[in-house]
Every structure is written in C-alpha cells, then in structure tokens.
C-alpha cells in the first residue's frame, strides 16, 4: 500500500467516490468524523458498503477505524463491521503492543462468529496520540501477527501536548512531532511491520503535499493517510519506485547474483554491500 484516504462512515456520497479516487486503501472512519449521535447510523452504512464492496473484482483494501478501545464503542463498532469482513481494522489511540493484543483477540472471537478465516483481519494501530503511547512504541515487536503497519498522527498528540501547532512557520514538524514521527519509523521497522506517514491536512498545498511525501519516502516510510481524495495522485506518484530506480534496483540485485560469494561489489564509481542490497530488494518489492 502506497495511498489510505479516511473516508467519513456516515456519509454515502464520499463512500461512493472515494472507491474510484485511486486509492490503494480505504480507511471507512467511525471515530473523529462522526458525531458521537450518528455513530450507529455510521456503523450500518460502513457494513452495508463493505458487503457492496466486497463483491467488485477490482476494489482498494477496505480498513475500518473504529473508536478507542477505552471509549466504550469499540465493541459496537466490531460488532456492526466485522460480519462484513473488512480486510483490516485501524486501531486509534494505541498505548502499546497490548492494546493490539487486546483487539486481535476481540477480533478472532467475531471471525469465529461470522465463519471468517481466522487471523484474516489485520490491524494497524496509530501509535502516538497520546503522550503515554510514545513510551510504548518499542512494544509493537512480536505483539501480534495480524499487525499489518504502524501509523503515527500528530494532530491528536498537539492536542494531548497541549500545543499551539504542531508545525513550525517553515512547514516542518516541531521538535515533539519530529520524535514522534522518527519513533514510529524505528518502531515499525523493529516489528518488520510498514511505517506509515500520518496525514498532511493542508489539503489545497500540493506542492507541500508532495514535500511531505517526498520526506516520508526518503528516510523510509512505504505510504502515507490522506484526507481528501485529490491527495491521492501525488501520494501514489511520490510512493512508487520511478524507471530509474526499479533498474538501478536490478542491476544491484544482478551483481550480488553474479557474485554470490563477494561481500562487497564494484558498481560503476560505488561499492556497495549488503545495506544497498538489501534496499534494492525494498525497492523491487514496492514497485511489485
């Protein structure tokens, strides 16, 4: 997955363009973009469009973001949407590993109930909005096999942080979301899961847009949440391995072949190791 749009679960008409906006997954939202009295009108709609969905041949992965485990509505929530069989549930204000463990087992309860293969939901938590769930972060390893990624979100977090913003005047995160964002990134990678960037809310910049992706990609996140569906084009643009590096990506592969024994190699003006080769092979599998 490159691009995952949060799409309001109450409101039909951007359900329905959002399954042809090109993204590569849906986050069907019951939580911040539903009013707490239309949540159980929210839930049967995200059913009803999963149900639909489900039945296209050609159709983004289809996430539900249910409400907090502490909230009292997770369990409606799961109760409405996992009959349906979405292919994964994002879990907000995750504190740590447990809280995974917590839904996975909830999850593989309500798979038994509605004859679903088991462990065939994922789960990807948001994993820093809240101070406390910044000292878990290390926890995610080994937590669960249904983790599927880990996301991070700054806008929660500036309003638990109590900050003004959470952006300096240049555009780049402050120095908390920086720490956030860089822990996601080790965290994710730790638990051999994907790190995915939280989302950019400006969502008429698209050339801060594309900085924001640009960034993300460079120090090693895989996708990126958006918020409105004209983000998606730059996300999955930005997210795809260009010609160039897919080649240069084959060529590295096909000197270490050449050369199974070397541990180090000569490309052109470079020597390259087991890092460069090891990159090359995320970039081959990205482009796939």
Known sequence: MRSLLFVPGDDARKLAKAMTCGADALILDLEDSVAPSGKAHARQMVRDFIFDARRRCAR???????????TGLADPDLDAVMPAGPDG???PKSRAGADVQHLGAKLAVREAESRLPDGACAIIPI???T?????G??????????LLGM?????DLSAALGAETNRLPDGAFAAPYQLARTLTLVGARAAEVEPIDTVFTAFRDEAGLRRDCEAARRDGFTAKMAIHPAQVPVINEVFTPTPE???????ILAAFAENPQAGV????????DRPHLLRAQGVLARAR
């Open 151 to 155: 996301a991070w979100g700054a806008e």
């Open 131 to 135: 101070a406390a769930s910044i000292f």
């Open 127 to 129: 994993v820093t909005e």
């Open 245 to 251: 590096a897919v080649e240069r990506a084959k060529a």
């Open 60 to 70: 983004p992965r289809l996430f539900v973001r249910i409400n907090g485990l502490g």
């Open 265 to 272: 190699i000569a490309m052109g003006e470079e020597m390259l």
């Open 89 to 91: 549930i994002m879990l």
């Open 137 to 146: 972060l290390a926890s995610y390893a080994g937590a669960s096999q249904r």
